[in-house]
């Protein structure tokens, strides 16, 4: 399939058209941002990680049942992807408290939650990503009930089969971010599933191999994101 004009440049990937109107192509970035872009870094050969490991992983969730935007990888940082319309809201699922959930509740990093939680944040940068509810979302027309149902029925399953995978590669899954997207009227797994969009602790040593390391200049970003490709691909 052919690349053609760009479309959309964001934080972390490009969007390119293709000759196919249901395709575009994403390609993955090394830069690096956090605390909702106030901090702009690079992580050399980030996209090139996150490419291969989103990769695997939209291919482990389409054979377990989970319908994705997953096409086909076409170079070291391209993906061919179903060209979607996104449901402006990241998706998140906690099974451990983390990041913002401390801050708001003032939470101890690493407490077991007895359940998993999910939120809904409306995906606006000028906003900084503000939390809602699901009101929100039929309040506002984001998503129709049915859409919402969806969503919540498939992001309960892929955290299920994640904790899974991550665990047979001794890693603890404690929270991730997805997002969602309409394609031919049905709702469909869309964007990326990386070191960027989940928290991923070594099992045993509590060792952080996710963005975190980038957010809080632990050190030795891309030897993580290196470590959990290889892990991920073994
Ligand atoms: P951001 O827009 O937050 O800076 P990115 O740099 O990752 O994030 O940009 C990728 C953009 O592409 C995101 O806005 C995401 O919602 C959107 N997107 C992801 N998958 C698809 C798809 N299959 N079709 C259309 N848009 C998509
Ligand atoms: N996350 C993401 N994009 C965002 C916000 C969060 O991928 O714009 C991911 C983040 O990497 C983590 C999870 O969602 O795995 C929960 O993030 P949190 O709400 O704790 O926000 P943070 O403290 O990371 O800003």
Not at 214 to 232: I, P, S, T, W
Request: charged share 35%; with cysteine.
């Amino acid at each position: 399939m052919e690349k053609k004009n760009q479309i959309y440049e964001g934080k972390a990937k490009i969007l390119f058209e293709t000759d196919s109107s249901d395709h575009l192509i994403q390609y993955f970035k090394d830069d690096a941002t956090a605390f909702n872009a106030q901090k702009k870094g690079t992580i050399n050969q980030k996209g090139v990680f996150n490419n291969k490991i989103s990769t695997r992983i939209f291919e482990y969730l389409q054979a377990e049942g989970i319908p994705t935007h997953y096409e086909k990888t076409l170079s070291d940082r391209e993906m061919l992807v179903k060209k979607v319309e996104i449901v402006p809201i990241e998706v998140i699922i906690r099974n451990v408290a983390a990041g913002s959930l401390c801050r708001l509740l003032n939470l101890e990093e690493g407490m077991k939650l007895k359940v998993p939680i999910l939120d809904f944040c409306y995906k606006k940068d000028s906003l900084n990503d503000p939390l809602i509810s699901e009101y929100h979302i039929r309040a506002l027309g984001w998503a129709t009930d049915e859409e919402v149902e969806e969503i919540k029925k498939y992001v309960f399953k892929i955290n299920d089969l994640m904790k899974k995978f991550f665990l047979d590669i001794n890693l603890d899954l404690i929270d991730f971010k997805v997002e969602f997207g309409r394609f031919k009227g049905k709702i469909i797994l869309a964007d990326e599933i990386s070191p960027d969009t989940c928290r991923l602790w070594e099992v045993g040593t509590g060792k952080k191999m996710d963005k975190d390391r980038f957010r809080k200049d632990l050190g030795n970003v891309e030897e993580a994101y290196q470590e959990v490709l290889n892990r991920v691909v073994k």
